[in-house]
């Protein structure tokens, strides 16, 4: 018999890009990340230096970057300036700063390539899980749900976009190496409460053996669009799926429905 699989590691490894001077400073939060943003799909081709985590600025960025305010009253507002795009969620979940992304890559990865990234994402309950699975003696927080927005460069329709980043963020998060539990929605056309069309698909997990404390199957709902300028992104939900306190489907769609367009000064003083 061979030895067995080693735990999944927990799917919330982040880092956080501070751009000062035309110079990248790459800050590590959680399990070591790397990141380099491009042009199109958020994800990462260096390796940074180890340096200390950075706390998100919880203002209202919808003052401070600009943005309408939310479309929820009571809710707060996500702002990705970078990909044009701003959504709104409940006050429960906490924001990440602007430049945050969030990533997963293959497990046994030593350079821990990003598959996809979301950038500025909100997290719902940070620490929903904590274990030590490898035995290293330091826990690992599982969240258990984030929502954020990345480019997607390369698509040829928003809904390739929409079903290749689905899948991607529950077969990283939840059920890798096995990419036959996932179970792909077809792809709905969808406008949002701006009048934003594009195409949503959903994707979940099925039966994924847990390898650690906090496996769970997973769920991904991804609304691909084009910005302003022509190019397509996308907004993601990722979410642990089938356990008693999964985020409703009602939550997802009020928050995916103030998905909206940004543009560089817009509702700045």
């Not at 929820?72 to 990440?96: C, E, H, L, M, Y």
Request: charged share 25%; proline share 6%.
């Amino acid at each position: 018999m061979g030895a067995p699989e080693p735990p999944r590691r927990p799917w919330n490894r982040t880092t956080v890009a501070v751009v000062a001077a035309a110079t990248a400073v790459v800050v590590a939060c959680g399990v070591t990340g790397f990141l380099l943003l491009r042009n199109g799909t958020d994800t990462a081709d260096a390796k940074p230096e180890a340096t200390d985590s950075a706390s998100a600025d919880d203002t209202d960025r919808s003052a401070a970057e600009g943005g309408s305010g939310p479309l929820v009253p009571g809710w707060n507002t996500v702002v990705n300036a970078k990909r044009g795009i701003t959504f709104d969620v409940p006050v429960s979940w906490s924001r990440q700063s602007a430049d945050w992304v969030s990533y997963v890559s293959e497990d046994g990865d030593p350079d821990e390539k990003p598959l996809v990234a979301m950038m500025a994402p909100a997290v719902f309950k940070e620490k929903w899980c904590t274990s030590d699975d490898d035995k290293d003696g330091t826990e690992d927080d599982t969240p258990l749900a984030s929502t954020g927005t990345t480019g997607e460069k390369g698509a040829r329709s928003t809904a390739e976009a929409a079903e290749d980043t689905a899948k991607t963020w529950v077969y990283g998060a939840y059920t890798q190496p096995d990419r036959t539990r996932l179970e792909i929605g077809e792809a709905e056309s969808y406008r949002t409460k701006s009048g934003v069309e594009g195409s949503l698909v959903t994707v979940t997990s099925s039966g994924t053996p847990a390898k650690g404390t906090c496996d769970t199957d997973g769920k991904a709902v991804t609304f691909a669009f084009k910005n302003a300028e022509g190019d397509f992104v996308s907004w993601t939900y990722l979410g642990a799926h089938g356990v008693s306190d999964e985020v409703p489907d009602a939550t997802i769609r009020e928050i995916l429905s103030t998905v909206r367009l940004f543009k560089e000064g817009d509702g700045q003083d």
